[in-house]
């Protein structure tokens, strides 16, 4: 195993949109003190009521759900569903008047019985280093045990999504991620100030980023995946390239050219902080596979989580390649098809002195390849430690185990584990 110790864009108008009356502030305040308080009135009233879902469990809440979705769907003309339906979760949160059926859905959110499973951006969207609009995103209540139950059966993200009785397209919670991040932030603050009780209230606990997996792609990412979650599958949450932290880390675009990579920071800590927001009280630690594409912009996570550690899986090239290319077409292979779109790969062949028409598939792959651990590289020299490269071999799962987790991780191995 090898281990290696391991630029910035402004944008304009930053200050005219920060610009704010106290008039304002004050209703602010008001709005997060009151709103706290309304919030925890109705999950301690939803609570104890017999049909709750904290008391009942999953399977409760999904019944709860159904019966209010067809009280809406009486209520409203065509209405019963939310998919394309912006839910808007602090009104439903705080004005006692609110439909029932969306308080419960703002409520599974705040809660974390409902999770972020993906990220969109609006046409007229804005991101900025400490601010962002037009940004949605979606929730649901994930089965996470399945996961938990057998890694190697549901080993990426979108297997544990399929497999969550309540994530199909009709039962997704759409809202503003600024909006929802933003009220979440509140109620746990507000939570731990006031020293509520959590079984009680049904608060949420947040998980510790431990660790994070940037690999070259067909080189063990997936096993380092299942065994950080058998490691301690009680205590252990595992992100398998989910859907939300790429969409945030590409956001600004591979060279930044779309806004400045601490804008792109700032987005990812509020996605990484929703999605380590947890029900289950035995889990402390969160773990993430990023997709090998994230590599190009390592900087982004690197700079919105400047002291977690992470590593670097690679593999011999020709492996890697010879892997990627086996499929029926291959033109279609992702290291090929990313020359289309990939600015990085565009300036890699143009300092290179190649010429894109003479170039073959297996070549567009290559450099593909060639991009992502030239990027690699750059970031493990300046990453002062936090990084680790991992080359892959047929025991790398004793390099997990006595290395990379216990000690770059510091997270101790459970028996059952070792």
Not at 54 to 67: P, T
Not at 243 to 262: D, F, M, Q, R, T
Not at 372 to 378: F, N, T, Y
């Amino acid at each position: 195993m090898t281990i290696i110790n391991g630029g910035t864009k402004g944008n304009n108008g930053r200050s005219a949109r920060r610009t704010t009356t106290k008039k304002i502030k004050l209703e602010q305040k008001l709005l997060l003190t009151l709103g706290c308080c309304a919030t925890f009135l109705f999950v301690r009233y939803i609570r104890h009521d017999n049909s709750t879902t904290a008391s009942l469990g999953r399977q409760a809440m999904m019944n709860r759900l159904g019966q209010l979705k067809e009280a809406d769907k009486k209520n409203r003309k065509g209405g019963g569903s939310n998919s394309g339906r912006m839910l808007q979760i602090r009104r439903a949160m705080t004005d006692p008047n609110y439909d029932t059926y969306d308080k419960l859905l703002a409520q599974q959110i705040l809660s974390a019985q409902a999770n972020l499973i993906d990220v969109s951006f609006q046409n007229q969207h804005m991101l900025e280093e400490d601010d962002y609009s037009g940004v949605i995103g979606q929730f649901c209540p994930l089965n996470f045990q399945v996961q938990k139950d057998n890694p190697p059966d549901s080993p990426m993200f979108r297997d544990v999504v399929s497999k969550s009785d309540g994530c199909d397209g009709e039962n997704v919670i759409t809202v503003d991620l600024k909006e929802a991040v933003t009220l979440a932030r509140e109620f746990d603050a507000f939570a731990t100030e006031n020293e509520f009780d959590a079984a009680y209230y049904n608060v949420p606990n947040q998980l510790q980023l431990k660790g994070v997996v940037f690999h070259e792609s067909r080189c063990g990412s997936t096993l380092a995946a299942n065994t950080m979650m058998a490691m301690n599958p009680m205590k252990h949450r595992v992100y398998s390239e989910s859907s939300p932290p790429i969409a945030a880390i590409k956001a600004c675009g591979e060279l930044y050219e779309n806004c400045s990579v601490e804008a792109g920071a700032n987005l990812l800590r509020d996605i990484i902080y929703m999605m380590g927001r947890s029900n289950d009280p035995n889990e402390e630690n969160l773990f993430f596979k990023f997709q090998s594409i994230t590599t190009r912009n390592m900087d982004t996570f690197r700079k919105a989580f400047p002291e977690t550690p992470w590593m670097y899986l690679y593999r011999e090239p020709v492996e890697v390649m010879m892997s990627q290319l086996n499929v029926p077409q291959m033109r279609m292979a992702n290291c090929v098809r990313s020359h289309t779109h990939s600015e990085m790969v565009s300036r890699f062949v143009a300092r290179s002195g190649y010429r894109p028409p003479d170039l073959d598939d297996e070549e567009w792959c290559a450099i593909h390849l060639a991009t992502l651990c030239e990027s690699a590289i750059m970031n493990l020299n300046d990453a002062d430690g936090l990084g680790m490269a991992v080359n892959y071999h047929k025991d790398l799962v004793h390099d997990f185990l006595d290395t990379v987790f216990p000690k770059h991780f510091n997270v101790p191995l459970d028996q059952e584990a070792i």
